[in-house]
């Protein structure tokens, strides 16, 4: 079983939908990190959480940290949204364990 | 937070050969880390370049495959040596920032690397 657990695996979505994505960990954690990777290959950190909720714009990040969860929220969703999301817990330093992604496609 | 520049964006390279990718920060930073994405895969820690310092590699990861510079607080090197079509994937630098009680990371562009 894998540290850093997410799903769905892959996700297709039509524009305007509400779109969640979930992750769930299983080892003590300073903070749950929501990255998304475009097709290029660069990463770009959307939320740092450490406890409750963050929004920016139409992305939502919820963590509760008793359950070991966290989701991902993307309203109104459009095209330019389609990439790869992927969870990752920092844990003991500054090791990162990621987890193995979201493949969202969102169709015009 | 930091901005990282990262080259090549892409190269296809033979086998036997070596490619160095280079990651360039516009501020100084402590912790500077090297992340492998194989096709399909997550990403996976290569080593952690501390300035001053030898990197310290990640179990399956040597320095004589994947030798690391870090001369300075701003920039660091990693070398794919001797390739094979194995080594194909996505190579990320990334840094880490302080920020409030916890750490931030920034990554760069990648650099998708292929050998024929």
């Known amino acids: 079983k894998n540290e850093v657990e997410q799903s769905p695996q892959n996700l297709t979505a039509q524009e305007g939908e509400f779109i969640t994505i979930n992750c769930s960990y299983s080892v003590g954690i300073s903070a749950l990190h929501w990255l998304q990777q475009h097709p290029g290959g660069g990463i770009v950190s959307l939320f740092m959480l450490s406890s409750g909720k963050k929004k920016h714009g139409r992305l939502i990040a919820t963590i509760n940290i008793q359950e070991k969860h966290s989701s991902l929220h993307i309203t109104a969703s459009h095209p330019r949204d389609s990439a790869v999301y992927i969870c990752a817990v920092g844990t003991s330093g500054s090791r990162l364990t990621f987890g193995e992604g979201t493949q969202l496609t969102v169709n015009p | ?116």
Do not use: H
Request: charged share 15%; net charge neutral; with cysteine.
């Open chain 2, 1 to 116: 937070s930091a901005v990282i520049s990262q080259k090549p964006s892409r190269d296809i390279c033979q086998r036997g050969t070596s490619l160095t990718i280079q990651c360039q920060v516009d501020s100084q930073v402590t912790m500077m880390f090297w992340y492998r994405q194989q096709p399909g895969q997550s990403l996976t820690l290569i080593a952690t370049a501390n300035q001053g310092s030898e990197a310290t590699y990640e179990s399956g990861f040597v320095i004589d495959k994947f030798p690391i510079s870090r001369p300075n607080l701003t920039f660091s090197t990693l070398t794919v040596s001797n390739m094979s079509p194995e080594d194909s994937s996505i190579y990320l630098c990334s840094v880490e920032e302080r920020r409030g009680w916890n750490y931030g990371y920034t990554f760069g562009s990648g650099t998708r690397l292929t050998v024929v």
